[in-house]
Every structure is written in C-alpha cells, then in structure tokens.
C-alpha cells in the first residue's frame, strides 16, 4: 500500500507543475515558429526541448503527440544529437508512464537507453534504465525491471552517481518486497536509507524509512514494523509532508491491526482520516474509509464497518479509484455474509465480478491502444530513419567526390612544395657544407695561435724560474697540447672535456703569474657535462683575455668566475673577472704603444658568427659588458658567451 500510495504522490506532484506560459493554440504555435526560425541546430534542439516540457500538459491534455518533442526529435536524429534524443525520449516516457500509459511509457524509454549508451553518458544511462525499470514494475515483468535496475546501479555506481544509485537500490527493494523476499528487500532499503542520510534528502530518508517498515511487517517482526513507521512518521513530520503523515498513520492502523490491538489502530487511522482532510488527492481519503471499515468488519462490528464501505464505494465511484472500488465490494460481500445478508452479499459479489470484468476489459483495449500507436510510432521512426539513411548516402557521395578532387589537388600540390624545397635543401646543405670548411679554416688558425701564446709564455717563465718548475709547467704544458690537437679534430667535444682543458690552461697562467689571481668554473644542476656538445677552445680566448689585460694589472690578488649554464635550447658561458676594466687596460695599452689586436678573440668572434649562420638562429653571440661600483669606479668585466644547445644523444 506504501508502495502504491508514493506512486500517487509523484503522479501529484507532476500534475500540480504550472506553466509560466498561457497554454492556448495561440500561444503553443506562435513559440513553436519562433523556434523553427533559429539557425543553431543544437540550440534549436535544447529550447525545443524545454518548450514541451512547458506545454506538455496542453498536448497531453488534448491526447495529441508533443508538437516541440517531434520537431526536436527530428533535428536531432538528422545530427545525431544522441544526448539530447536520449533525454527527449526520457521525458516522453515519463510523461506516458504519467498516464498510466506502461507499454508506450517503455518502448521510449528503451529509446532513451539506446541513445543514451550511444552517447557513452554514464548518468544519462543509469537515469534511462531506472526509467525503464519503473515502467517494467507498473507491467508487473518484475524481472525484467529487476535487470533494468540492476543495470542502472551498474552504471551509477561506475559514475559515483549517488541519485541514481538511491533510485536504483530502492527499486530493487521494493521489487523483492513484491516478490515476498523481504530479508533482501531490508538488505537494499537499509543501503539506499545510508546514502540518502549521507546525502541530506530528507524525503528519500522518510521514504525508505517507511519501506523498511513495510520489510519488517512482512517477516512478521511487527514491533520493528512499528518503529520504523514511526521514523517515517517523524521525518515526514520534519518536512512537513501531509501526505507522508497520512500514510504513516494508515500503515501504523494495519500494523496494530494485525496486532489485535484494535483500539491503537483505530486511533491511527482516525488520525489519518484528519489528516487526509488537508490532502488534495482523494484516494487517501477513500483508502482510510476502506482500512477503518476493515478494522470494524474484523472487530465484528459489521453495521459500522458497511458505513465505511459504502463511503468508500461511493468515493471510488465519484474519483474512479478502481483499487479501491475492488477491494470496497469485496468488503462489504464478506461483511454481508457475515450478517448472514446473502442476497445483498450475492448481489455485491456480481458488482465485484462485472466490475473485474470491466477494468480486464479496459485493461485489454488500453495494451491493444498502446501497441497500435507504438506500431505507428515506429513505423513512423523507421520511415525518417530510412530517409535520414538515404540523404547520408548522398552526402556520402558528394563528400568522397569532394575528397578525391582535394586528394588530386593536395598530391599536386605536394609535388610543388617537394620540388620547391627539395632545390632548397640542396642549396642549403652546399651553403652549410662551405660554412664547415670556413669555420675549420678559423678553427685551424685558432690552434697556432693559442700555441704561439704558451710557448711565449713557457719561453719568459724558464727564464725567470727554475728548472724544476719549468719542467712541471712543460709537462702540463704537453698535456694540454696532446688535448688541444684531440679536441682540434671535432666540431663540437663534450663540455666536460672543454672544461678539462681549461682548467689545465687556467692552471699554467696560475703559475706563470706568480699566484697573482684565483679561478672558480661554476657548473649549473642542470647540466649533464657529459651529454652537452660545445666548439673547441670556445671559452678560452676570452679567459685568456680577462686575465692578462684585467688581472695582472690588479695590485691585490684577482678573481676570475667562469660560470656555465644551460636555459632551455640555450647555452651561456659567463667570464667574469674583477680585474682594471677595458677602459684603464686600454690607456696602459696605448702608454706602451701596443698596437696588436687580440687574434684569438678576432677568430672566435668569427667562429661564432658562423655558427650562428650555420644554425640559422639568433641564439649564437658575445656580449660584453663593464661592471661598476656605485661611484662609477671600473670593477672588472663580464663575457657572456650565448650558443645553441647541442647534446650527444
């Protein structure tokens, strides 16, 4: 009774939805040419859409199909909108089911599912099978909605879609409470009471709560029964539910009834029968006269039990409650052969057959409705989709006309580029193999240079030192020397070897200076130096630079800082020494009359250049710059060398 009873508040509730919109003829045509105006197909789709949602009660009201469904149908099967048919047919469904409409109710909601799992919408999937589940449940097909559900919680669970895992848990409930395996249907309500408490629904905790009750009174555990109807009792009373109390109160009567304590039952279904006097929806009324009469037909008190009969019977005439008009004339018939009445027992046996008959007879020319329109439906469905298929296949054709033509035009235009840049190519790679030769050449004249320099400088320091020491400096010396001509032979050496050398060079001027200055090569984290390539005696020339015109005129010891980083496809090499600065070296320069230019550092600049044209980047280049102090007082010089990166692997 629960279970029919929440059925009839849903029902309510969707019939007292009211339109913002006057739903006359008018006003339904004028919005539905408004919309086939647009020219965005999805959101002529979506408002047509919500358009019959809006007029839904004027089309069903006139038993005519859903004109902006139709249209939005139509539109959306020519794209695919496979989201927005699934949702379509949804409402569809809903709104038969509404009518009591079972057999159409389901033949769209297993549309909906199909455009729905075309979608790939978990939600949108889980939703559609709970409708269909529903549907099945009204066509008493309990296991196939016992899939329907089933499947749908699949589905919702995989989406951690808590709405439809509650719709779902509760279904399965209440289809295993239809079936009398109420220690199932407990194991389910309980589940689905959590998650609506995890999710603060209010109505959905009252609901389970009273068909918990109803598990536990189908064991036979009435005092459980009892308790959970009272919890039900209470949360309905919490939100205020007038329809909620009333068949809290009506399942607590039949629940003390069946305890015998007729008087608590009396007492909760009168009490009911105050509440009902609040509800819109009659068929609680007529269901309380039809428990009350029960009661009393039970007690023996037959009189008073016909009262509540006849009130019922002439409640289920006026509303047409066909449940309860059956369960009426069953009544009074037993209530009548018990005051040995036969003949009027008799005669409401009759009125109970033929009305049997009746409602058997209606039941038949309502499936034999149904599956006719459902035929046409799909007739109709089948007709579009042929035409759709056939303006596909021509679409199909034109579009592969159209791409052998682009292919055609495409391969001919390929040809072109490939010739164009395959001379291109040519040119370049005879170009960059002239640039390899020049920068050998440069690379080549570097070598005696830097030779010429180290033995000047071994040629002054045997003069000034002795044997011991000058032979430890020509030993590093060749050292040095066996690297420089191993190195000579490569374009671009691992930056470790580059660095290894230096230090030996760094380590000669050291001691040919007298210890006049320190160095420190600094390396970033991100350097692998094993892995990152750089040009042979790169570095050197400025080094070679910054120390013999900054730092040996330096009356204190100098510094010199050779930093190495690498930012993204570019490598920085930073000389930095604190030595006189270019301006003084360049007075005590002219004060001696020296007139030579620095080979070495003329030759790398043009070592560079080249690899900035090789390279065809921006990222090759030189920069000096002079530092200060506050006063403007020269503090030394700054070399930032900038290459393209290049790496081993």
């Known amino acids: 009774m629960l279970l029919k009873n929440l059925s009839v508040i849903v029902l309510l509730c969707l019939g007292l939805v009211t339109s913002a919109y006057a739903q006359d003829s008018s006003s339904v045509y004028k919005a539905l040419d408004s919309l086939k105006a647009l020219k965005d197909d999805t959101l002529k789709v979506n408002l047509m859409a919500k358009r019959g949602r809006t007029f839904n009660r004027y089309f069903d009201s006139r038993n005519t199909d859903n004109l902006f469904y139709k249209e939005a149908i139509a539109i959306a099967e ?35 599912l199909q455009n729905a799992q075309l979608s790939k919408d978990d939600r949108l999937i889980s939703f559609s099978y709970n409708n269909l589940g529903v549907d099945y449940r009204r066509l008493d097909k309990l296991d196939k909605a016992f899939d329907a559900h089933v499947n749908a919680l699949i589905m919702a669970e995989k989406s951690n879609d808590i709405k439809n895992i509650c719709v779902a848990t509760n279904s399965i409930g209440n289809i295993h409470l239809s079936n009398k395996k109420y220690q199932e249907a407990l194991r389910h309500f309980t589940k689905s009471l959590q998650l609506e408490e995890e999710a603060g629904n209010e109505l959905g905790v009252a609901i389970n709560l009273g068909n918990i009750g109803y598990a536990y009174q189908g064991l036979g555990r009435l005092d459980m ?26 399942c607590l009567g039949a629940v003390y009834q069946e305890k015998k304590d007729y008087n608590t039952a009396k007492s909760y279904l009168l009490k009911s029968l105050a509440v009902n006097s609040k509800v819109d929806d009659q068929i609680h009324v007529a ?46 018939a037993h209530s009548l052969r018990e005051s040995k009445a036969y003949d009027r027992s008799v005669s409401y046996m009759d009125s109970l057959i033929v009305y049997n008959d009746s ?20 007739r109709k469905d089948n007709e579009i989709k042929t035409l759709h298929q056939a303006q596909d296949n021509e679409k199909l054709r034109v579009k592969r006309n159209l791409a052998v033509a682009i292919s055609l035009g495409v391969i001919l235009f390929m040809l072109i580029i490939g010739g164009f840049f395959y001379m291109r190519h040519r040119n370049l790679e005879s170009n960059r193999q002239a640039l390899q030769l020049e920068l050998r050449s440069l690379r080549a004249q570097m070598n005696p240079h830097f030779i010429f320099n180290s033995l000047s400088s071994i040629h002054r320091y045997i003069w000034s030192n002795n044997q011991e020491e000058a032979s430890d400096y020509l030993t590093k010396f060749s050292k040095l020397m066996r690297m420089i001509l191993d190195n000579s032979q490569h374009a671009f050496i691992p930056l470790n070897k580059e660095l290894e050398s230096l230090r030996l060079y760094l380590d000669l001027e050291v001691l040919r200076c007298n210890n006049m200055f320190e160095y420190r090569i600094i390396l970033s984290d991100n350097i692998n130096e094993e892995e990152v390539m750089i040009p042979p005696m790169i570095i050197q020339p400025y080094v070679e ?23 993204g496809k570019v490598l920085e090499c930073i000389v ?74």
């Open 287 to 332: 269901d309380n006269y039809l428990s009350i009469a029960k009661l009393l037909d039970e007690q023996g008190n037959q009189d008073s039990a016909r009262i509540y009969f006849q009130k019922a019977i002439d409640m289920g005439r006026k509303w047409g409650f066909k449940s309860i008009l059956v369960d009426a004339y069953k009544g009074m």
């Open 359 to 378: 409602i058997q007879m209606e039941k038949n020319e309502l499936v034999a409705s149904q599956s006719e329109t459902r035929y046409n439906v799909n």
């Open 78 to 112: 020519a794209n695919r909108y496979y989201k927005a048919l699934a949702e379509i047919y949804n409402e569809i469904g809903t709104s038969k089911r509404n009518r009591s409409l079972y057999i159409l109710a389901a033949d769209y909601h297993e549309k909906a």
């Open 576 to 649: 930095t020494d604190n030595g006189i600065g270019r301006k003084v070296a360049m007075e005590i320069k002219e004060k001696k009359n020296k007139t030579h230019n620095s080979m070495g550092m003329k030759v790398t600049e043009g070592r560079i250049a080249l690899i900035r044209k090789i390279n065809n980047t921006k990222d090759a280049n030189v920069e000096i710059t002079d530092l200060e102090d506050d006063k403007g007082q020269a503090e030394g010089t700054k070399v930032t060398i900038v290459l393209p990166a290049e790496f081993l692997f």
């Open 225 to 250: 029964a009892i308790e959970f109807f009272k919890r039900s009792l209470d949360a309905n009373q919490k939100i205020n539910s007038t329809t909620g109390i009333s068949i809290c109160y009506n």
């Open 545 to 567: 630079n910054a120390i013999w015109h900054g730092l040996v005129h330096r009356k204190m010891k100098g510094m010199l800082d050779i930093e190495v980083r690498l930012k």
